[in-house]
Nanobody, 127 residues
Framework: EVQLQASGGGLVQAGGSLRLSCAAS????????INWFRQAPGKEREEVSC????????DYADSVKGRFTISTDIAKNMVYLQMSSLRPEDTAVYYC????????????????????WGKGTQVTVSS
């Protein structure tokens, strides 16, 4: 059974940092696009970042570029989202998700349709 579990959320002051973790199980952690999304109250879900578990390609939403860093530890089946210079508008529930890369595609995209989703972790940034 494919499972993804996000953790590491919490309450932090503006300007602070948090590191989110996504633990993946039930599938081989190669050739996947592993993505982070977030959803704030009353807002639509927003793409945040992605990483290709095979070649390490990454991408970021403009709103987090330069502040967030995504990384992966394939041996541990883990993906991390290091969030720095946090702002109140980063407050949201953060989710990790995954989709296998097919048809020779090796790079991630913020806009692929995800096949697997984990439960979210709440991040609250106080002003």
């Amino acid at each position: 059974e494919v499972q993804l579990q996000a953790s590491g959320g919490g309450l932090v002051q503006a300007g602070g940092s948090l590191r989110l973790s996504c633990a993946a199980s039930g599938f081989t952690f190669n050739d996947y696009s592993i993505n982070w999304f977030r959803q704030a109250p009353g807002k639509e879900r927003e793409e945040v970042s992605c990483i290709s578990s095979g070649d390490g390609h990454t991408d970021y939403a403009d709103s987090v570029k330069g502040r967030f860093t995504i990384s992966t530890d394939i041996a541990k089946n883990m993906v991390y989202l290091q969030m720095s210079s946090l702002r109140p508008e980063d407050t949201a529930v953060y989710y990790c998700a995954a989709v296998p890369l097919r048809y020779g595609i090796t790079w991630c995209s913020l806009y692929y349709d995800m096949e697997y989703w984990g439960k979210g972790t709440q991040v609250t940034v106080s002003s």
